[in-house]
């Protein structure tokens, strides 16, 4: 049974940084792109960033290009997303998700943006 | 970047009605668009991939057509359990670079 179990939200001041965690299980993670979608609440899905299975492709949305940093651990089945300078725009519930057709996801972490 | 642009923003069915909803790209996508559902207070769940590939275990009342920029998503027949917000997604970008619908909330009339 596909598992993805994300970790790591909380609440975060503006400007500081935070690191979310997915660890993935029940399939073979080095043969699937990655990815992180979020959704403030009470809004649509949005998606963050993406990686390839050999971390040698990565992409982001324009919204948080240059502060936040996708990245894969093969060797222990978990993605990473790094995110610094936070915006309250940044508030949100974090999914990470399976292949390009995002095909399972996690339960998601609720990253909290407010002084 | 693809715009993904869905309509109508909210659609009012009957049980046992049938569904349709609409999603355009602001360019070709060729078959690369998935379709969502999402329930209060759970993750998405993929219904369709490859435009028109139902998803492992969702029911035969659920189907998606078209290419390029046009896409539908039909529900034949709504049951109860279907009332739910619907999301499309694109994903012909590399690397990686996915973009969603607004969404489209089903519910009941």
């Known amino acids: 049974e596909v598992q993805l179990v994300e970790s790591g939200g909380g609440l975060v001041q503006p400007g500081r940084s935070l690191r979310l965690s997915c660890a993935a299980s029940?399939?073979?993670?080095?043969?699937?792109?990655m990815h992180w979608v979020r959704q403030a609440p009470g809004k649509g899905l949005e998606w963050v960033s993406g990686?390839?299975?050999?971390?040698?492709?990565?992409g982001y949305a324009d919204s948080v290009k240059g502060r936040f940093t996708i990245s894969r651990d093969n060797a222990k089945n978990s993605l990473y997303l790094q995110m610094n300078s936070l915006r309250a725009e940044d508030t949100a519930l974090y999914y990470c998700?399976?292949?390009?057709?995002?095909?399972?996801w996690g339960q998601g972490t609720l990253v909290t943006v407010s002084s | 970047e693809i715009v993904m642009t869905q309509s109508p923003a909210t659609l009012s069915v009957s049980p046992g009605e049938r569904a349709t909803l609409s999603c355009r790209a602001s360019?070709?996508?060729?078959?690369?668009l998935a379709w969502y559902q999402q329930k209060p207070g759970q993750a998405p769940r993929l219904l369709i991939y490859?435009?028109?590939t139902r998803a492992t275990g969702i029911p035969a009342r659920f189907s998606g057509s078209g290419s390029g920029t046009e896409f539908t998503l039909t529900i034949s027949s709504l049951q109860s359990e279907d009332f739910a917000v619907y999301y499309c997604?694109?994903?012909?970008?590399?690397?990686?670079?996915?973009?969603f619908g607004g969404g489209t909330k089903v519910e009941i009339k």
């Open positions: 998700a399976k292949d390009m057709e995002l095909s399972y």
């Open positions: 029940g399939f073979t993670f080095d043969d699937y792109a």
């Open positions: 990686i390839s299975w050999n971390s040698g492709s990565i």
């Open positions: 360019q070709s996508v060729s078959s690369n």
């Open positions: 490859g435009a028109s």
């Open positions: 997604q694109q994903y012909n970008n590399w690397p990686p670079r996915v973009t």
